[in-house]
């Protein structure tokens, strides 16, 4: 039985499956769209580190200011990402094995400490480079 349901499930994939064929046509507007955009964003990250340079005086510090930046930016997003998933290791599976809610405590704990650092950090560059420096 189990063998018929696997052949007949291997046929429906074969048959079910459809060819698509692309034209050129629509692509080439598409492409010259996304080609733009993606001009435009590297100019704006240019323009942007380039502020970051004027602003600190130095290419390595205004380097390291924009890296910063970026890295406090894209932190919160997978910061919460991460807090879900070790919610659902501490409250969800952990309900059932005691091993996986210390994990998922653990991996919590790991991912808030890493997020607080991340958004700590380029203010503590700045009031070091800025303040200090001169």
């Not at 018929?4 to 291997?10: G, P, R, S, W």
């Not at 955009?37 to 704006?44: A, I, P, T």
């Not at 910061?79 to 059932?96: D, H, L, S």
Request: aromatic share 12%; hydrophobic share 55%.
């Amino acid at each position: 039985m189990k063998k018929l349901i696997a052949i007949i499930f291997i046929i429906f994939i074969i048959f079910g499956t459809v060819s698509v064929y692309a034209t050129n046509e629509n692509n080439a507007l598409k492409t010259e769209t996304a080609t733009s955009n993606l001009v435009e964003l590297k100019d704006k990250a240019w323009n942007s580190l380039q502020d970051y340079q004027a602003a600190y005086g130095n290419d390595t510090y205004g380097l390291a200011a924009y890296i910063l930046n970026v890295v406090r930016i894209y932190s919160i997003p997978f910061g919460f990402v991460g807090i879900v998933i070790a919610a659902i290791y501490r409250y969800v599976i952990g309900i059932r094995k005691l091993d996986v809610q210390d994990k998922g405590f653990g991996v919590l704990v790991a991912i808030i400490t890493v997020m607080v650092i991340c958004q700590v950090l380029p203010l503590i560059f700045a009031i070091v480079v800025r303040g200090w420096r001169g």
